[in-house]
C-alpha cells in the first residue's frame, strides 16, 4: 500500500514577540510548554528505541531479529509523527509528513524487508537516540530559570512570611561561624535589598523565553533534518 503525502508544505510560520512581552505571550508559554513535555516523551522514545535496537541487533544472527528491527522503524515513525505535531502545534513549525511504507513483494517477508529499507523509521528513531540528552538539558534549564525567575520577582509579595512565622528577621541568605568564633548572619531585611531580589529575577524572567527559544532551536534543526518528510 502507498499513500502521498499528508502534508505538502513547510515553513515557521511563528511570529515572535517581543523581548518585554515574551515572558507572558502565549508563544512564549508553548514554547516553554514544549521544553518541558519533552522530556517525558524523550524517555519513553529513547527507550523503546534502545531496547528495540538492543533486541533486534543482539537476535540479528537469527531470523527473529529482523522483525524486531521492523517494528523499531514502525516506532521510529510512531515518534516522529508526534513529534512533529508536537513542534507544529507549540512551535509553529510546519514539516511535511513523510510518505507511507510501500511494500514491493506480498506477504509478511516483504512487508518486513519494506520497513527495515524505510529510511524515516530509521531517522525518526535516531532523532529519539540523539535528542535525549537535549531533552533533558532543555528541561533542566528551562525549569531552573522559569521557577527561579518567578519565585524572585515576586519575593517581595511574600517576603513578609519568613520574619513571621519563623526566628529570622528576614529571608535568611547566609549563617555561619567563622574561625575565630564569630557568627555571621545575613538577612535580607531591607526594601533595597528587597527591591534587588526582585530586579535579580525580573532578569531571569526575561532572559528565559529568549533561553528557550534557543533551546527549541536545536529540535527545529534537528526535526527538519531528520522528520521532515522527503
Known amino acids: 500500500m502507498s499513500t502521498a503525502a499528508y502534508r505538502a508544505t513547510t515553513g515557521d510560520h511563528s511570529i515572535r514577540p517581543g523581548f518585554w512581552r ?7 508559554f508553548r514554547e516553554l510548554g514544549f521544553a518541558l513535555s519533552g522530556l517525558p516523551v524523550a524517555i519513553l522514545g529513547f527507550s523503546v528505541v534502545v531496547t528495540l535496537f538492543s533486541t533486534g541487533l543482539g537476535l540479528a544472527v537469527t531470523m527473529l531479529g529482523l522483525p524486531v528491527l521492523a517494528l ?3 516506532a521510529g515513525r510512531g515518534f516522529g509523527a508526534a513529534e512533529r505535531f508536537r513542534i507544529r502545534t507549540m512551535l509553529d513549525l510546519d514539516l ?17 524487508t519494506a520497513r527495515l529499507a524505510d529510511p524515516v523509521g530509521w531517522k525518526g528513531a535516531l532523532y529519539q537516540f540523539v535528542m535525549f540528552p537535549w531533552a533533558i538539558l532543555s528541561f533542566a534549564l528551562s525549569t531552573v530559570f522559569f521557577t527561579v525567575g518567578w519565585a524572585l ?4 509579595a511574600y517576603q513578609w512570611v519568613f520574619g513571621r512565622y519563623t526566628d529570622w528577621d528576614g529571608y ?11 557568627h555571621h548572619v545575613y538577612d535580607i531585611i531591607s526594601p533595597f535589598q528587597i527591591a534587588g531580589v526582585s530586579l535579580v529575577g525580573l532578569l ?5 523565553p529568549q533561553l528557550v527559544h534557543a533551546l527549541n532551536g536545536a529540535n527545529r534543526l534537528a526535526a527538519r533534518a531528520l522528520l521532515a518528510g522527503r
Not at 515574551?22 to 512564549?28: D, E, L, T
Not at 511535511?96 to 506477504?107: L, M, Q, S, Y
Not at 535568611?172 to 564569630?182: E, F, I, L, Q
Request: charged letters at 20%; zero cysteines; a positive charge.
Open 22 to 28: 515574551a515572558p507572558i505571550s502565549r508563544a512564549g
Open 72 to 74: 523499531l522503524t514502525i
Open 96 to 112: 511535511p509528513d513523510p510518505r507511507e511504507v510501500t511494500a514491493r513483494r506480498e506477504g509478511v517477508w516483504g512487508a518486513i
Open 153 to 156: 520577582l515576586l519575593f517581595p
Open 172 to 182: 535568611r541568605v547566609a549563617n555561619w561561624t567563622d574561625s575565630h568564633g564569630v
Open 204 to 208: 531571569f524572567v526575561l532572559l528565559t
